[in-house]
Each structure stands twice: as structure tokens, then as C-alpha cells.
């Protein structure tokens, strides 16, 4: 079994900075795919950033510039660095992981709990 575990969330006035750290731990074989979605009050969840192996990044147009995805391999870790962050990022983050036990199992994705992010205008 894996488990994936966030940090990071908070209050934070429109302008400024969070980084969100994500770490996964349990039976894990390898890992190929990190990344960040999430999901705002009446809205459907949305992906944010995400990272495969060999560093290749994906971004929301939104976030575009502001926002980097960042691993530490050896740590299992995941970040989402927010910079000029603006009331419309107000969401519940949520990491996933693309992860297998085995050298022969297919890889899952893992979830963590969410946490959350306010921006205040």
C-alpha cells in the first residue's frame, strides 16, 4: 500500500507565496508521475502541474508562470512552489502519485487527503 501525505496549505494574502510539499511512502517500486490538482467550492476538480519522469512539466494556462512543480526523488517528494498567488487559486490541493509496488505491477494513482489554500483579496 502507498500513502501520500500533503503539506503546506494556509491563509495568504493575493500577492503572495505557499509551497505545498507532497510525500509518498509505503511499498513503493517506482514512481513515475507527480502532480497537483484541485478544486474549488462549486467547481470540478482541475489539474494544476504535473511532473513526469525525466522532468517533462505540465501547467494550467492559469497558473502559468506563478506556480512551479518541483520532485526530490529521493525523498518521494513532490512541491508546488505558488508565487502571486490571487483569490481565484482559493481551492482544496490535492497531490496524486503514479506509483507501482512491483517491478510487474501496473502503476496506480495515489491521492492525498487535500489541503487547503486561501487567497484573500
Known amino acids: 500500500q502507498v500513502q501520500v501525505v500533503e503539506s503546506g496549505g494556509g491563509l495568504v494574502q493575493a500577492g503572495g507565496s505557499l509551497r505545498l510539499s507532497c510525500s509518498a511512502s509505503g511499498n513503493i517500486f517506482s514512481i513515475n508521475a507527480m502532480g497537483w490538482h484541485r478544486q474549488a467550492p462549486g467547481k470540478q476538480r482541475e489539474a494544476v502541474a504535473s511532473?513526469?519522469?525525466?522532468?517533462?512539466?505540465n501547467y494550467a494556462d492559469s497558473v502559468k508562470g506563478r506556480f512551479t512543480i518541483s520532485r526530490d526523488n529521493a525523498k518521494n517528494t513532490v512541491y508546488l512552489q505558488m508565487n502571486s498567488l490571487k483569490p481565484e487559486d482559493t481551492a482544496v490541493y490535492y497531490c496524486?502519485?503514479?506509483?507501482?509496488?512491483?517491478?510487474?505491477?501496473?502503476?496506480?494513482?495515489?491521492w492525498g487527503q487535500g489541503t487547503q489554500v486561501t487567497v484573500s483579496s
Open positions: 496524486h502519485i503514479d506509483a507501482r509496488e512491483s517491478l510487474f505491477s501496473l502503476f496506480s494513482r495515489y
Open positions: 511532473m513526469v519522469s525525466g522532468d517533462s512539466t
